[in-house]
């Protein structure tokens, strides 16, 4: 047999856990970074309050430096807090199995884009063409990472609609198959008229007896068609706190960071003077980890901080008016404009708040897409939402608008849209429709 060498050159992307906890912190609300944060002070010695007194913290690690005791391998990365969201949960559910390097990257894009409710936001194409791979991932690659996904979580994580969401969950019922047989039927073809609770047009459409048409009614009821929200974080307050505020100064717009809502953590210069007496390599190790948590807080803030700016600096007419003049923006513009990725972007602005003076916002709510006025101007659609809102807010109790015509009055004020989307936009308001409005 002959032997013989090859040099071979690959490219791979491995997250450090530097950019591991700055991720995680970027995510965050400013109520679960809290909670993080207390946990590190908890138990990294060399952490502390900026402005607090901790003597006594210090006495009693002078008193045990040299207890070996002392955990030799705490890793701030398993430190993982009870109440969970869905991003924290898939993460450790995956993080159990072992995989290639470019899987991983795969698999965390494909949880990036899991909303809340537990259903894949993007399109796979689009994601596929966000994963940093030259040449692009193959879709049949990622649809086997996402079956995966979908396979290893709470039944309906990962769906792509609806449909799919109540069949992930009918699929592990092994009782009665012919109910549950009916019950994808109806899934999958019928849920219009489910909603609509035809049951005689339902029971004709599929051909079973009633019984088992109501059977299988009786389960789909029971599915959780927002699996999501099961892991949604318990705060420990009703009220939101924003981030950020702007404000008119001087008749400019400054935006500033709300400062009191932010843990300001520093490292603590008496265990630092240790660490250089005792020389101790877990020592320099839990050194090492706080002062990336002090230099992720400050990456995080002047983040936040920037991509607010950015945001306000285009939305002006908004704040000088009211929501009906949200202008038109992606999270490209941004991402453009800072030089930072969109899914960045996209972790900064969630679960973060801006207080205006319209009320409080999430930084998130100011993205959207945008419709065409017949003057060829971009209108957010956020300032139709508004703008629907406005025209239903102040319409006859007795005599509401029909879709068609709030079709017609958005056209004179020069957006020319499709009924269906008034529609669309309605039902996203929640409002119900003018024959369910009118009051006799």
Not at 34 to 41: A, C, G, I, M
């Given at each position: 047999?002959?032997l013989?060498?090859?040099?071979?050159?690959?490219?791979?992307?491995?997250?450090?856990?530097?950019?591991?906890?700055?991720?995680?912190?970027?995510?965050?609300?400013?109520?679960?970074?809290?909670?993080?944060?207390?946990?590190?002070?908890?138990?990294?010695?060399?952490?502390?309050?900026?402005?607090?007194?901790?003597?006594?913290?210090?006495d009693?690690?002078?008193?045990?430096?040299?207890?070996?005791?002392?955990?030799?391998?705490?890793?701030?990365?398993?430190?993982?807090?009870?109440?969970?969201?869905?991003?924290?949960?898939l993460?450790?559910?995956?993080?159990i199995?072992?995989?290639?390097?470019?899987?991983?990257?795969?698999?965390?894009?494909?949880?990036?884009?899991?909303?809340?409710?537990?259903?894949?936001?993007?399109?796979?194409?689009?994601?596929?063409?966000?994963?940093?791979?030259?040449?692009?991932?193959?879709?049949?690659?990622?649809?086997?990472?996402?079956?995966?996904?979908?396979?290893?979580?709470?039944?309906?994580?990962?769906?792509?609609?609806?449909?799919?969401?109540?069949?992930?969950?009918?699929?592990?019922?092994?009782?009665?198959?012919?109910?549950?047989?009916?019950?994808?039927?109806?899934?999958?073809?019928?849920?219009?008229?489910?909603?609509?609770?035809?049951?005689?047009?339902?029971?004709?459409?599929?051909?079973?007896?009633?019984?088992?048409?109501?059977?299988?009614?009786?389960?789909?009821?029971?599915?959780?068609?927002?699996?999501?929200?099961?892991?949604q974080?318990?705060?420990?307050?009703?009220?939101?706190?924003?981030?950020?505020?702007?404000?008119?100064?001087?008749?400019?717009?400054?935006?500033?960071?709300?400062?009191?809502?932010?843990?300001?953590?520093?490292?603590?210069?008496?265990?630092?003077?240790?660490?250089?007496?005792?020389?101790?390599?877990?020592?320099?190790?839990?050194?090492?980890?706080?002062?990336?948590?002090?230099?992720?807080?400050?990456?995080?803030?002047?983040?936040?901080?920037?991509?607010?700016?950015?945001?306000?600096?285009?939305?002006?007419?908004?704040?000088?008016?009211?929501?009906?003049?949200?202008?038109?923006?992606?999270?490209?513009d941004?991402?453009?404009?800072?030089?930072?990725?969109?899914?960045?972007?996209?972790?900064?602005?969630?679960?973060?708040?801006?207080?205006?003076?319209?009320?409080?916002?999430?930084?998130?709510?100011?993205?959207?897409?945008?419709?065409?006025?017949?003057d060829?101007?971009?209108?957010?659609?956020?300032?139709?939402?508004?703008?629907?809102?406005?025209?239903?807010?102040?319409?006859?109790?007795?005599?509401?608008?029909?879709?068609?015509?709030?079709?017609?009055?958005?056209?004179?004020?020069?957006?020319?849209?499709?009924?269906?989307?008034?529609?669309?936009?309605?039902?996203?308001?929640?409002?119900?429709?003018?024959s369910?409005?009118?009051?006799?």
């Amino acid at each position: 047999m002959k032997l013989s060498f090859n040099l071979k050159l690959s490219q791979s992307l491995k997250l450090t856990p530097l950019l591991q906890q700055s991720i995680k912190f970027l995510q965050a609300s400013q109520a679960e970074l809290n909670d993080l944060v207390e946990e590190y002070l908890a138990e990294n010695l060399f952490l502390e309050e900026d402005g607090n007194e901790s003597k006594n913290h210090i006495d009693k690690y002078k008193n045990n430096v040299n207890n070996t005791s002392i955990s030799q391998n705490y890793n701030i990365f398993e430190n993982q807090i009870k109440n969970q969201t869905l991003k924290e949960y898939l993460i450790e559910n995956i993080s159990i199995l072992s995989f290639t390097d470019r899987n991983q990257v795969i698999f965390s894009f494909l949880i990036d884009y899991i909303d809340d409710n537990g259903y894949l936001s993007e399109n796979l194409e689009k994601i596929r063409e966000e994963i940093p791979y030259d040449p692009l991932v193959d879709l049949k690659e990622i649809e086997i990472l996402l079956k995966l996904i979908q396979n290893a979580s709470l039944p309906g994580i990962g769906a792509r609609n609806l449909t799919e969401c109540l069949n992930l969950q009918l699929d592990i019922i092994k009782d009665n198959p012919r109910i549950i047989k009916i019950a994808k039927i109806i899934s999958n073809k019928y849920l219009g008229l489910l909603a609509s609770a035809n049951l005689k047009q339902l029971k004709n459409k599929i051909d079973c007896e009633e019984n088992e048409l109501k059977n299988a009614i009786e389960i789909i009821k029971k599915l959780n068609p927002k699996p999501g929200l099961t892991f949604q974080k318990i705060e420990n307050t009703n009220y939101i706190s924003a981030d950020v505020t702007v404000k008119k100064v001087n008749g400019d717009w400054v935006v500033e960071l709300n400062n009191e809502q932010f843990f300001k953590v520093k490292i603590n210069s008496d265990y630092e003077n240790i660490l250089l007496d005792k020389n101790k390599s877990n020592l320099k190790d839990q050194f090492q980890e706080a002062k990336w948590l002090v230099k992720n807080l400050q990456q995080r803030s002047i983040s936040i901080l920037r991509v607010s700016r950015s945001i306000i600096e285009r939305q002006i007419d908004f704040l000088e008016k009211d929501e009906s003049y949200i202008k038109p923006l992606t999270l490209k513009d941004i991402a453009f404009e800072l030089e930072l990725h969109e899914s960045t972007i996209s972790r900064i602005t969630s679960n973060k708040y801006i207080s205006t003076p319209h009320g409080i916002f999430e930084l998130k709510y100011f993205f959207g897409s945008s419709i065409k006025t017949k003057d060829k101007e971009n209108l957010s659609s956020k300032a139709i939402l508004s703008k629907i809102k406005n025209i239903i807010d102040n319409e006859s109790k007795n005599h509401p608008y029909s879709d068609e015509q709030l079709c017609l009055l958005l056209k004179q004020q020069g957006v020319n849209i499709a009924r269906r989307t008034i529609t669309k936009y309605r039902e996203i308001l929640r409002i119900l429709p003018s024959s369910k409005r009118k009051i006799i």
